[in-house]
């Protein structure tokens, strides 16, 4: 018997074995296909019941065993995992597909959407059908077939052009190194990063040391490295990267994915790719981004200007550096950084033991929420390292499941995420709860020492516990709606501003005791941390903004007149450039978020979402951070919602307006507090 197609509450991993996966694919596809087969074969009129509702319901064990399977794949994988996800992964596409491209599904969808007003529908209700609808519109299922023929060109060229791009990119990096064999050229870097660049010497058979383009290296040496000559070479490597007229340029890549989706928009009636992207965000119009970015950068900038003659001061009194170069940027801002704060994570991480952060934020979400996480053994897991909880509320109502999983293994991904086994809905007269995991890589303990936090991994555990809260508070109709399934620049609200607490003196008495001494954190760290939080504030949200509004630039209007990629970029980046610009480097060619990943028209939602979070917190530091009215509006109006309205009326019913830039410039230190 396959546990996976049998009815199961918690996932039973102890009883999954990898033959069961894709048998029970098949199975459950089998069985979506015939419950949309039967929606499309009534001979009764479309509803929204007997269509949309039907729909929402027919796919609920096909994506708890996806949950199930690709939650392994990443938390515990193993080469006979990834196989499967490999023979798996076109199966689940081609069934995307043959709903999307289902045209009698979508003449009823279509039927009951054109009546929506005369139907009597609940505003979430209303929500989904105009999800539902639009991710078949959005997809074509409007236009003539002529068009749609167009559409399916452009989709296959726009992949196979994101594809290169990547590739492009990679081999770029990839080819490039720099041999370094006198320990001249080396000074500065810490012990760690010469390690690193000698121990990748020695693996090529070289002597010395070897940087490369990748993070790890790269970063260091720019930081660190005390030859500014060297840095230069380094830094102008990375910034060239794709743009150089060779074989793996990519300047006409670049050209044509702006054209290709600027005519894929107007075919589909929209003006811009931006447009298209946007409809489904809380921004909603590329008017409104523009605004908000360029709102931002006239508040920002005086800071941002007055930051880099602080750095071209210090660099020229220290080094007589007479011209501040893009390669001295990170040099001299790691040695003023050193001079106004010496605070190490080392001295921080004995008051962070893991077990202690955990019960802190459990504190957090228990003076807020009034939750009680207790800890279980009776629940089934992937691995023996993951730790289970029953959550209940003040009143001792079941609330979710939780699942923890905090240090690296040898078959788990980096970084660190939330996920669900089982997302909440309502059927029935039932409230269903839902299964939420944390999944992390945080410093695993020693046999000398529990596992100590560095203050990042700290904000880390928090931020992921925050989509975690959003999860498990969940309270719709339907599944599709639940916790985190909102739009892409409001999904960090909840995770984010959970962050707020790690540097607040009251949350942090509550955990951040001495692991040895029991002492609380000293005031002056607290103070220390949230002053070095905000170093540079304005230099790296001047950088952010031009990102963004390169971003815009590139989607935001019709790219056709475009025909020099570094004159267009020089023009847009003219009022965010600090540092001289240099005529060998570009950005766009290399600008795999916004040409090979998902962030076109979506690179502003960094800053989008501090804005939000800035703002929301605000709101509670105004009242007091462990206000129980504020957090009950929170968890009414935000929480729970998940998608079921707009975010921006759901945002407004939180706090009673929209959004403001000052909260986030106050806390990032930019203008001063008024009043
Ligand atoms: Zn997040």
Redesign the pocket.
């Known amino acids: 018997m396959n546990p996976l197609l049998q009815p199961f509450d918690t996932a039973p991993f102890s009883k999954i074995k990898n033959e069961h996966f894709k048998a029970a694919f098949l199975e459950a596809m089998k069985d979506a296909r015939a419950e949309i087969d039967a929606i499309t074969s009534t001979q009764e009129k479309p509803t929204f019941e007997n269509t949309i509702e039907t729909l929402e319901f027919s796919e609920q064990q096909l994506d708890r065993i996806s949950s199930v399977f690709f939650n392994l794949n990443s938390a515990e994988t193993n080469e006979e995992i990834q196989k499967i996800a490999q023979e798996v992964s076109p199966l689940l596409s081609e069934f995307g597909n043959d709903i999307t491209l289902n045209e009698a599904l979508f003449e009823r969808i279509k039927t009951v959407y054109q009546q929506k007003e005369s139907r009597d529908l609940s505003v979430e209700q209303q929500t989904l059908l105009d999800k539902r609808y639009k991710s078949f519109s959005r997809n074509g299922a409007n236009l003539s077939e002529e068009k749609k023929k167009r559409l399916r060109e452009i989709d296959a060229e726009l992949s196979k052009l994101k594809l290169k791009f990547g590739e492009n990119v990679l081999a770029e990096t990839n080819k490039y190194e720099m041999h370094l064999t006198d320990e001249k050229d080396v000074d500065g870097l810490p012990e760690g990063a010469k390690e690193m660049a000698s121990q990748l010497a020695r693996s090529k058979e070289k002597k010395g040391w070897l940087i490369t383009l990748d993070y790890p290296s790269y970063v260091p040496f720019m930081k660190y490295a005390k030859n500014r000559e060297l840095r230069k070479e380094l830094s102008l490597a990375f910034g060239s990267k794709a743009f150089k007229g060779d074989a793996y340029d990519n300047q006409e890549t670049v050209l044509k994915i702006a054209n290709l989706r600027h005519e894929r928009a107007t075919l589909l009636g929209y003006s811009t790719h931006a447009h298209f992207v946007l409809e489904e965000r809380m921004a909603e119009t590329p008017e409104k981004v523009h605004s908000f970015l360029n709102e931002l950068l006239d508040k920002a900038k005086p800071a941002a200007e007055q930051e880099f003659k602080q750095l071209e001061d210090f660099a020229k009194d220290l080094d007589g550096i007479d011209k501040l170069q893009k390669w001295d940027g990170s040099y001299y801002s790691e040695k003023l950084k050193q001079k106004l704060f010496d605070l190490d994570d080392e001295q921080l991480k004995p008051y962070f033991k893991l077990e202690n952060v955990i019960e802190g934020v459990f504190k957090v979400a228990e003076k807020l929420f009034g939750l009680h996480f207790e800890e279980v053994t009776d629940i089934d897991t992937y691995h023996e390292e993951v730790k289970t909880f029953r959550v209940y509320d003040a009143d001792k109502n079941f609330i979710s499941v939780f699942y923890a999983d905090f240090h690296p293994r040898a078959g788990k991904r980096g970084g660190a995420w939330?996920t669900s086994f089982k997302p909440q809905w309502k059927k029935d007269g039932m409230n269903v709860r839902p299964h939420i995991s944390n999944v992390c890589n945080f410093t695993p303990s020693t046999e000398t020492k529990p596992s100590l936090l560095t203050f990042n991994e700290v904000t880390t555990l928090f931020?992921?516990f925050?989509?975690g809260l959003h999860g498990m508070l969940a309270n719709t109709t339907y599944p599709s709606l639940s916790g985190t399934s909102v739009y892409w620049d409001f999904?960090?609200l909840p995770?984010?501003i959970m962050e707020n607490w790690c540097y607040e003196q009251k949350a942090l008495q509550l955990f951040a005791k001495h692991y040895q001494t029991g002492e609380v954190i000293p005031m002056e760290f607290v103070k220390k941390i949230k002053e070095s939080a905000t170093f540079q504030e304005g230099m790296a949200t001047l950088r952010q903004l031009s990102f963004g509004l390169l971003d815009m630039s590139w989607h935001g209007a019709d790219p056709s007149k475009i025909s020099n990629v570094k004159a267009h970029e020089s023009k847009v980046f003219d009022g965010t450039n600090l540092y001289p610009d240099t005529p060998e480097t570009c950005m766009s060619t290399a600008f795999a978020h916004i040409f090979q990943g998902g962030y076109s028209s979506g690179y502003y939602s960094y800053k989008w979402a501090e804005v939000l979070d800035a703002d929301a917190f605000a709101y509670f530091k105004e009242k007091g951070i462990f206000d129980k009215e504020v957090a009950t509006k929170f968890k009414d109006h935000v929480l729970s919602k998940g998608g079921t309205e707009n975010p921006m009326v759901l945002y407004k019913r939180f706090r009673g307006a929209e959004p403001k830039v000052e909260a986030l410039l106050e806390r990032a230190g930019l203008i001063k507090k008024a009043g």
Do not use: I
């Open positions: 939330m931020h992921e925050g989509h999904v960090e995770s984010q």
